[in-house]
């Protein structure tokens, strides 16, 4: 089975910061992750993805996710927030199954203060 | 290039209620996937469809069915509405299922369902 967990539920920066998301995975086999963000009343955009590829996956915006198969992490990192990524954030594993379906996590509300 | 389509955006429906969620997904693309996000979660997959057939369900009641057309736009229904039906629903395209693996599903903006 596949699942994965955010470890933060909300996140609190100043712009000019860095950020972390914090995600780790559980998968039977090597997997394939995403980040995606929500902006309010928006749809899901797509950051970055990884799939079995470099471990360290650059994605838009500045973003970026490392990979780290011992630590079964996937955690999102930014350099210095800004303030248009004030929005919700969500890990995503997918499934095996043949349907393809993903498996999203709980969510990491992030917001950044002036 | 038009991004996945969804409609409408907002609807409200009373307990018990039909109702028809329609997606059109991005030109070229053949498959399409539906979830489910309640507010304050992460959505929840409930079905896929390729090339007209479902491919995947999630765990989800008979109530809820979909179907793909030719054109491989797609209808999500859901019979006999419950108040914990309210929710965004996401309509998400890809190549086909394969690359939904590779490139990601581009997601539509939703449409955000109340059941009162």
């Known amino acids: 089975a596949q699942s994965v967990t955010q470890l933060d539920s909300h996140v609190s920066v100043s712009e000019g910061t860095p950020v972390l998301l914090r995600c780790n995975y559980s998968?039977?086999?090597?997997?394939?992750l995403f980040w995606y963000v929500q902006h309010p009343n928006k749809g899901l955009q797509l950051l970055l993805k990884?799939?079995?590829?470099?471990?360290l996956v650059k994605g838009i915006n500045g973003f970026e996710a490392e990979f780290k198969k011992s630590e079964t992490s996937f955690h999102l990192t930014k350099p210095s927030a800004h303030m248009s990524d004030a929005a919700e954030y969500f890990c995503?594993?997918?499934?095996?199954?043949?349907?393809?379906?993903?498996?999203f996590g709980t969510g990491t509300s992030l917001t950044v203060i002036p | 290039d038009a991004g996945v389509t969804q409609s409408p955006t907002h609807l409200i429906k009373t307990r018990g209620q039909h109702v028809t969620l329609r997606c059109s997904p991005i030109s070229g693309h053949k498959s399409v996937s539906w979830y489910q996000q309640v507010l304050g979660q992460g959505p929840q997959f409930i079905f896929q469809?390729?090339?007209?057939?479902?491919?995947g369900r999630g765990n989800f009641p008979d109530r809820f069915s979909a179907r793909q057309f030719p054109n491989y736009s797609s209808e999500l229904n859901v019979n006999a509405l419950l108040l914990g039906d309210s929710a965004l629903y996401l309509c998400?395209?890809?190549?086909?299922?394969?690359?939904?693996?590779?490139?990601?599903?581009?997601f539509g903006s939703g449409t955000r369902l109340t059941v009162v």
């Open positions: 995503v594993v997918r499934g095996s199954n043949t349907g393809n379906q993903f498996y």
């Open positions: 990884y799939t079995s590829a470099a471990t």
């Open positions: 469809y390729y090339e007209k057939e479902e491919r």
């Open positions: 998968s039977s086999y090597s997997p394939s």
């Open positions: 998400a395209s890809s190549l086909g299922v394969a690359a939904g693996d590779s490139y990601g599903y581009t």
